[in-house]
């Protein structure tokens, strides 16, 4: 039975980074997918461009992702094969291929062969075979080899010179033996034997009867081989015995039909087969941009029309009648989204006729109900009295289906001479069904302030599919995200704006003040300009699988977890919070006294101008540097500088510190306590920092200073109620363990699986001495060092961090980068990818774009590199925290259980804790943190536990 194709010599042995790419693309199985992924798209002449459409979608991210110099989409040729002649049952449950399908695969190879891919369908034998013969040329020859399919049974292919690549999953998935080795449960030379024992219902293989992954896995772990299992099948017991008995004789023939050919003669479609020569006939080729255009246009790829003509330097031009759903006006819609409800946006918004409805009767309602129910997605946008979500409630709606109508339901415009409305909560108990139907798919402009605001008038909304800030966010999260931008920058449209409605400043009114008719027409603007974004951004989004990733399984799942941590809010204590106040403001007069004894006169603290006067005139203190007007400057950091010699500016530093404690926080926390909860309740915006990072505002619970006794007291104002606890959970020190794994270095990967102090670990390789002989000096030298560099600091830097000259300095450094010369490594080249590219990202596939880096001038263009060290790991590390609480909140639902998570603050979570599930949070909130990504060091989240937020750091 032994009939497992021998790897080539040399296979054991990982192909070098640097050799050549021979780049496999499993066509057959990707026409498929992206037949079923796509919705029912139709071009011009109402051909069916679905499969097309993704097609060329993954073939440009391939090409663009991997970087290969030889490639070849294999396709399965027409007919049968030798695997029909072994066994006439081969793939016979398999259902005819849609005829909507089979008209798109000639225009798929041809637009294949265009974007300048080789092609191959080779007769008598599946594209598996072909690939597999491909592969073991390919390492025969010294390549690298990468197959992208998201078939399993290629796993049998998979050696150190082989890799395989799923970009169908999120994020995309690559395997190499330790991959498959995971996935499977057996490496690579067992996946036949595994597959065997399983079968392959797809293909109609038939396996052992009611022996599984795990049976199969567990079998081979115990005998080793299939042909072990077949010697000792008569000691198996039970029915799994009986059944594996019963397989005996078809087992061979299973084997036969699952192993991959890797010895198939291609003489006849590859020159120079089966030579070295035969790669050069599969060198990746420019694309055809002549030819492109023509096919762009023949089956209305409009935006790959519009971009070609602009890179040929043509005049666009007459629009391309675009892709629409089946049913829909041909040349009226653009390319909707491959999610399912998705609607097609307009070809041409400026001319396309648009109609807003004002619901005034209940007749219109229960039409419009009637349009939303079978909507396959609805943008849904509320206007309301506040732009504070919590305290919002409602004074319209509008709702959206289709390009170009929308309808809005004035419900508490108050002006004098406003129409008759339907009764608000009335109209709401109506809507409530739909609102709060997970199946009615929904979709909003910042979702998570609408929820609130539902939510305040007893409205759960469930169904939210897309928000078209966060897929703004994810896409270019360096432009802004406003629906007014998005509309003006995608669609070419300017809509009413709110200051053009409403006015602006004093004489700003609410907008139930506003005349119907005019609200009509700006909320409609808004669902409906919000339905074309979307079809806009979500195809691109879904064209790059990394970045629809991080939309779909951080961003969109986070926004809904924010959402009840703003509501729930955080208990805090008035009282402690004014007694700290009181202190404060008893410091700040003693530092008043002891700051005008110094400088012999009083003088008024928050004045530059007098500031300077007493420094640099009375005092004669040295200038460092000047304001834009000449000024001797009095900022932060000049007084820092100045505080290391002179005491005065040490005193100002301190009253400046305690001014901003006192009127940020221990002054304004209480004010902001919502009458209704008696709780804190912060905004988490999501679409601020490029990154990824959340903001807190409105209190910016994320920047309250720790660093001072007088900082961490205010984290005791935070406080659990009775029978609670806070807990806090916190990533430790994992920026720097993102830097070891992402840059792989030995000696850093070693500290963090080991357990060690990294920063001790790191004291003694560069000062070239034994751990147990680290000082704390010493120690404290090489945290700076470890953090310094993580954001691309330099010798200057770390000199004035460390209070030495630079050439000192430059010698840690350099003994640093001689001892951890991964990173080194990591930094070089992470500096020339995003010189090349314009963006780094994340290990997730956050793209973080650095204008700065390729134009600007050189203090930018170096910031834009000191950006570009960080921004991996920064936003690496914001994207982790997201999955966590993603992890722990599906926990916490799954259970049952009533602890609520009530702060995010940069990596740590803190959660307001019943007594009694508190063993539970302490065991499996740290589990749950540490296992959302499997990395090559050791994830550790730690946790506290407290009255209070400072007990349970």
């Not at 197959?147 to 395989?164: C, E, H, N, P």
């Amino acid at each position: 039975m032994n009939e497992t194709p021998a790897a080539p010599a040399g296979a054991d042995a990982a192909a070098s980074p640097a050799a050549p790419l021979l780049l496999l693309v499993d066509g057959s199985s990707y026409l498929y997918r992206a037949f079923h992924a796509m919705p029912d798209l139709r071009g011009p002449e109402g051909v069916p461009t679905g499969a097309i459409h993704g097609m060329v979608n993954m073939m440009n991210w391939l090409r663009d992702h991997l970087g290969a110099q030889h490639a070849v989409c294999v396709f399965d040729a027409k007919g049968p094969t030798f695997r029909d002649a072994w066994y006439p049952d081969y793939k016979a449950q398999r259902a005819p291929m849609p005829d909507d399908l089979r008209a798109q695969i000639e225009p798929i190879h041809e637009v294949v062969r265009l974007l300048g891919w080789p092609v191959l369908e080779v007769p008598g034998i599946e594209a598996d075979d072909a690939i597999g013969t491909l592969a073991r040329l390919g390492e025969a020859c010294g390549h690298r080899v990468v197959i992208s399919t998201g078939d399993k049974d290629m796993a049998q292919l998979v050696t150190a010179q082989v890799t395989l690549i799923n970009t169908m999953a999120k994020p995309p998935e690559e395997l190499d033996i330790a991959g498959v080795t995971a996935k499977f449960g057996v490496p690579p030379d067992r996946i036949i034997d595994y597959l065997t024992l399983i079968g392959d219902t797809v293909d109609n293989v038939p396996g052992v009867e009611k022996v599984g992954p795990k049976t199969a896995v567990k079998w081979l772990a115990e005998h080793g081989s299939l042909d072990a299992i077949v010697a000792a099948a008569a000691s198996f017991k039970g029915v799994t015995g009986e059944n594996l008995r019963k397989a005996l004789d078809w087992l061979p023939m299973g084997r036969r039909l699952i192993t991959i050919q890797t010895d198939c003669d291609l003489a006849a479609h590859i020159p120079g087969w089966p030579g070295e020569g035969a790669l050069d006939a599969l060198a990746l080729r420019p694309q055809d941009d002549e030819g492109l255009l023509d096919f762009f246009a023949r089956y209305g790829f409009r935006s790959g029309k519009r971009e070609l003509e602009a890179k040929l330097g043509r005049p666009a031009s007459e629009a391309v009648p675009a892709p629409v759903p089946l049913g829909a006006t041909p040349g009226l819609f653009d390319v909707p989204s491959a999610a399912s409800g998705a609607v097609a946006a307009p070809a041409a918004s400026s001319a396309l006729a648009r109609e807003y409805e004002t619901v005034t009767t209940w007749e219109q309602l229960e039409a419009w109900l009637a349009r939303l129910q079978a909507a396959p997605l609805v943008a849904l946008d509320t206007e309301t009295d506040s732009l504070d979500a919590l305290r919002a409630r409602i004074v319209g709606l509008s709702v959206a289906v289709e390009p170009g109508r929308a309808a809005y339901v004035p419900l508490a415009h108050d002006y004098a001479g406003a129409p008759e409305q339907l009764p608000l909560d009335a109209v709401l108990a109506r809507l409530k069904p739909w609102l709060e139907d997970p199946a009615a798919a929904k979709l909003g402009q910042h979702i998570k302030y609408d929820v609130h605001v539902f939510a305040n008038h007893g409205i759960t909304v469930r169904g939210y599919r897309h928000d078209t800030l966060l897929q703004s966010y994810v896409l270019e999260a360096h432009l802004k995200h406003s629906l007014e931008s998005l509309a003006e920058r995608h669609l070419g449209r300017k809509g009413l704006s709110y200051e053009e409605l409403c006015g602006k400043g004093a004489n700003q009114i609410p907008f139930s003040q506003v005349d119907v008719e005019r609200a009509t027409t700006y909320s409609g603007e808004d669902s409906e300009m919000c339905l074309q974004v979307h079809q806009t951004l979500l195809p691109q989004l879904q064209a790059e699988p990394g970045l629809n990733f991080v939309y779909e399984a951080i961003e969109m799942p986070a926004s809904a977890i924010l959402a009840r941590i703003e509501r729930h809010g955080v208990l805090i204590d008035p009282a402690r919070l004014q007694a700290q106040s009181q202190q404060l403001a008893e410091r700040m007069v003693a530092l008043e006294q002891e700051a005008y004894t110094l400088a012999g006169q009083p003088f008024n603290m928050a004045s530059p101008k007098q500031i300077g006067e007493i420094l640099f005139g009375r005092l004669g203190l040295p200038v460092k540097k000047k304001t834009a007007t000449g000024a001797p400057s009095t900022d932060e950091e000049v007084l820092l500088e100045l505080a290391a010699d002179y005491p005065l500016p040490a005193r100002l530093l301190e009253h400046r510190s305690l001014a901003k404690l006192k009127g940020t926080y221990t002054d304004k926390l209480p004010g902001l306590i919502h009458p209704g909860t008696g709780r804190l309740h912060t905004h988490y915006a999501q679409a601020v920092a490029v990154t990824g990072r959340l903001s807190s505002n409105d209190p910016n619970l994320q920047n309250i200073p720790i660093r001072t006794a007088e900082g961490r007291r205010v984290r005791e104002a935070f406080i659990a109620p009775p029978g609670h606890v806070l807990v806090s959970a916190d990533y430790s020190q994992i920026e720097l363990r993102i830097m070891a794994h992402i840059s792989g270095d030995p000696g850093l990967t070693r500290a963090f699986a080991q357990g060690l102090d990294v920063h001790r670990a790191t004291a003694a390789e560069v000062f070239g001495i034994a751990t147990e002989a680290v000082t704390a000096e010493q120690r404290r030298y090489a945290k700076t060092i470890n953090f310094g560099l993580i954001y691309g600091m330099g010798a200057f830097g770390l000199a004035q961090s460390l209070g030495i000259d630079q050439k000192a300095a430059k010698t840690y450094i350099d003994r640093y980068f001689d001892r951890f010369a991964g990173v080194l490594r990591y930094m070089e080249a992470t500096k020339a990818s995003a010189r090349d590219k314009g963006y780094v990202e994340t290990l997730f596939g956050r793209r973080i774009v650095l204008p700065e880096i390729k134009g600007g001038s050189g203090p930018r263009r170096a910031g834009a590199e000191r950006q570009a060290i960080n921004a991996p790991m920064q936003g690496t590390a914001a994207d982790l925290i997201k999955l966590a609480m993603i992890a722990v909140q599906q926990a916490l639902d799954a259970g049952g259980l009533a602890t609520r998570m009530v702060m995010q603050v940069h990596d740590e979570l803190v959660f307001e804790v019943p007594e009694a599930e508190l063993d539970w949070v302490k065991a499996q909130v740290p589990a749950l943190m540490a296992g959302v990504a499997q990395w090559s060091v050791p994830l550790l989240a730690e946790v506290g536990v407290g009255a209070n937020w400072d007990e349970a750091h």
